[in-house]
């Protein structure tokens, strides 16, 4: 029984793909006779014909993706798209480094374990780059022997 017509009038009349459209098979007979649209209405108010609801996207897979992301993972060469420069600007890795070597040296002078002097000399070369970190800094100033007291 070649049922696209009212398969096609059916669609439009719910507003949605033919794919989506459900002819009970028990009353294919009665559908077959329904020629107009007014007839295809009738059926679908007695639910001879109706549509199939919404498929929906699962977001299973992306959530546990962004959780293995959360976690560190998948950033290997492969997922990489940008620069190492373009992913983490080399203006925000200078500024993480020299903030705790800063914040360290004005800690050390307020509380009097190297001079103001020290401090201000400590501070050029911590601007030059001569730091690698606010650990290299203590070592510098511990070999120098100007640290007053070992934090």
């Known amino acids: ?15 949605c793909g033919e794919t ?14 329904a ?7 009738t059926a679908i108010e007695s639910g001879t ?6 498929q929906g996207i699962s977001r299973g897979r992306t959530r546990y993706r962004l959780a293995q992301k959360a976690k560190g993972r998948q950033r290997g060469p492969g997922s990489r798209k940008g620069t190492s420069g373009a992913r983490t600007p080399k203006k925000r890795n ?3 480094t020299i903030r705790p070597i800063r914040a360290e040296l004005k800690q050390l002078r307020d509380s009097d374990k190297i001079t103001r002097k020290t401090y201000r000399a400590f501070y050029m070369k911590a601007k030059g780059g001569q730091f690698k970190s606010r650990k290299n800094l203590i070592s510098h100033l511990q070999m120098g022997g100007l640290l007053k007291e070992v934090k």
């Open 35 to 41: 020629i107009t649209r007014a007839d295809i209405r």
């Open 94 to 96: 200078w500024i993480q």
């Open 20 to 33: 989506r459209v459900w002819i009970d098979p028990n009353r294919q007979e009665d559908v077959a006779d």
């Open 49 to 54: 014909i109706r549509a199939h609801p919404k």
């Open 1 to 15: 029984m070649d049922l696209k017509n009212q398969k096609r009038m059916a669609a439009i009349i719910l507003k």
